[in-house]
């Protein structure tokens, strides 16, 4: 890649050195078809000025945030002609709300927000997702007395707990708190989180129940037949509600995790990494009608998330210490250096003392990480089907259909086309699969319970788990 910054953090450009780019709007590249195979030397079209240029970007603070922070802090939002101010929300609920509501142009989204807008659950709204933002990023911790209920069953490994740590281990803890009258509880983040999909398959891969929605009967809880009752709880307030007794658990993004094992007060016991390899995680989402009124704008915005993508993961993670003073800033994820380093340059501690190599923890560009793959939308989908979100079958075809509203591979790859286009990107910094794909990934195998994940069969899918809504059951 060519790049001024080179690493180091450079001056803001002002809005006078704007160069236009061309005279053609980025309507043309809004016309590609997402299926075509097309490489950068069939891209033609030039990208016009932004139509919209002052935006204002909502965010949690999470690590994973981190393409959205370097893409202001290293200017490449200004080199598109971009102005963005951006803005820490409370929760996951008040973003979607601000960005339907046009109080926000876009934001960092949960996967499953724009997915779960399209089709009306909480809340019905059109949002797109022309780039997704990072894969793996999660973990699930636990209260240090659950951990020394479940550390004795545990294999051994070189003298340390032998990993991945599958939820059959907290089966008899589980029991003993049903034994004693009482509730076993964990915390996830929103109900069309990444977090709440994963805790649910670690939990059921070990055999407990984690229970199921009934939208159809009023019963937004989740809780029907569940052995563990989860709740949802703002990511930056996990750790206090676990000291707090409120929780025995959690499934948190970072730097979440990490914070409670610095402070001795939590034991994380699994990465997302090991529930399933290489999962999509969050996304940048913004308005249909957003996206359709402002082409140029649009695609300047994925033009800079690609950048700052590229940056966090070039040669082998070697920006990331910078890339952690960033997000260690108050008005950002605002995490000391320490916590927020733990799992951002390539190291992950599970609990205080056991720390091992993480590489692949947090991915930003590596493993085509930003491109928008149906697949990746329909198997959110398969897990709401699951536990009862959506709660009556529906054919393959609506999967698909339902993917293809929400994700925008199209978008992704006309931003790719023109960064290429303009020497600003080689063609060799991105994967041949970028041009080639279909918007399906390969069949996945990297699941805590080895069932292979095939996004062009869903209900195939759906019904190969083992527990779990399956036909034209309802919860």
């Known amino acids: 890649m060519r790049s001024k910054q080179d690493g180091k953090l450079t001056t803001l450009i002002g809005r006078r050195t704007f160069m236009k780019r061309g005279a053609a709007v980025a309507a043309t590249l809004f016309g590609l078809s997402a299926g075509l195979v097309r490489t950068p030397a069939q891209a033609s079209a030039k990208l016009g000025e932004p139509e919209k240029a002052d935006l204002k970007f909502g965010f949690i603070k999470l690590t994973d945030m981190a393409p959205l922070a370097i893409a202001k802090e290293l200017g490449y939002f200004e080199e ?25 142009d876009g934001a960092h989204m949960l996967a499953g927000q724009p997915i779960a807008a399209t089709i009306g659950y909480g809340t019905q709204a059109d949002i797109i997702t022309p780039i997704s933002l990072d894969l793996n ?56 989180s990444t977090h709440n999909y994963e805790l649910r398959y670690w939990l059921a891969a070990g ?45 948190v993004g970072e730097p979440w995790n990490q914070q409670a094992v ?7 016991v699994i990465t997302d990494y090991e529930i399933w390899k290489n999962n999509p995680e969050k996304v940048f989402g913004v308005r249909r009608e957003f996206a359709e009124k402002f082409p140029n704008t649009t695609i300047r915005i994925v033009r800079a ?53 993480a590489h692949d923890f947090n991915v930003f560009f590596r493993y085509n990480a930003p491109y928008p793959y149906y697949s990746d939308a329909i198997w959110y989908l398969t897990q ?32 790719a086309e023109s960064l290429i286009a303009e020497g600003i990107m080689n063609e060799s910094d991105f994967p041949e699969e ?42």
């Open 137 to 192: 990023g999660n973990g699930i911790t636990v209260s240090n007395a659950v951990w020394e209920m479940m550390k004795p069953s545990i294999p051994k490994e070189n003298g340390k707990p032998k990993h991945p740590i599958g939820a059959e281990y907290l089966k008899p803890v589980v029991e003993q708190y049903r034994k004693a009258g009482k509730l076993f509880k964990m915390g996830m983040v929103f109900p069309v």
């Open 305 to 357: 998330l690609i950048r700052a993508q590229y940056w966090l993961d070039q040669e082998n993670n070697k920006n990331r210490p910078e890339a952690v003073k960033i997000l260690s800033r108050p008005y950002y994820v605002g995490a000391d250096y320490d916590v927020i380093a733990n799992s951002m340059t390539g190291f992950f501690e599970y609990e205080r003392g056991d720390r091992r190599a």
């Open 80 to 104: 598109e002609g971009l102005y963005v101010e951006l803005e820490a929300q409370a929760n996951w609920k008040v973003l979607l709300d601000r960005v339907i509501d046009g109080q926000l």
């Open 434 to 475: 970028v041009w080639k794909s279909d918007g399906f990934r390969p069949v996945q195998r990297g699941f805590i319970d080895g069932i292979p994940y095939d996004g062009r069969f869903p209900n195939r899918y759906i019904d190969s788990l083992p527990i779990g809504l399956k036909g034209n059951e309802k919860a």
């Open 384 to 415: 709401m089907r699951r536990w009862g979100q959506i709660p009556e079958q529906r054919p393959d075809d609506w999967y698909f259909e339902t993917a293809k509203k929400v994700y925008r591979p199209d978008l992704y790859k006309a931003a």
């Open 207 to 251: 055999g407990l129940h984690p229970g199921y929605y009934a939208p159809q009967r009023g019963d937004t809880a989740g809780t029907i037949q569940a052995q563990v009752h989860l709740s949802v709880t703002p990511p930056p307030q996990m750790p206090a509600t676990l000291e707090a007794g409120t929780i025995d658990g959690y499934c």
């Open 262 to 268: 610095m402070r001795g007060i939590g034991v994380a």
